[in-house]
């Protein structure tokens, strides 16, 4: 399995992340995230970054000519209010940072939080 991501991507997110010592690194889907206490908001993916919205900011972001419905592997479907913004210089993410703050804050709420998993 190939796994695509853009390298400058990574390195723009970890200077930017380097403010905020509660960010951890991590990987989802093979991809490099980041995370707060365990639950990633944020991941290289593809040719842009990957995150998690709240319902309506999803909805709203993805009238956007720049973004898509996440959809990993061959699924047909998108996967919750993940959305994947593509720009082509890492540095444009700067229009988004309040977008990736918003996806930071959103999963840290019941909302936004991973659905637990069940106890065999």
């Keep these: 399995m190939t796994v695509d991501y853009r390298f400058d991507l990574v390195d723009y997110l970890d200077e930017r992340f380097a403010h905020y010592p509660e960010v951890e690194n991590r990987k989802i889907f093979g991809h490099p995230g980041y995370s707060l206490q365990g639950r990633v908001f944020v991941f290289a993916y593809d040719d842009g970054l990957c995150m998690k919205l709240p319902r309506d900011l999803y909805e709203k ?14 699924d047909t479907r998108p996967m919750g209010t993940w959305v994947v913004i593509s720009r082509p210089d890492a540095q444009e993410y700067d229009a988004d940072w309040e977008l990736i703050e918003t996806a930071m804050a959103y999963v840290m709420t019941a909302q936004g939080a991973p659905p637990k998993r069940k106890k065999k």
């Design 61 to 74: 972001t993805l009238t956007r000519d720049d973004t898509k419905a996440f959809m990993p592997g061959n």
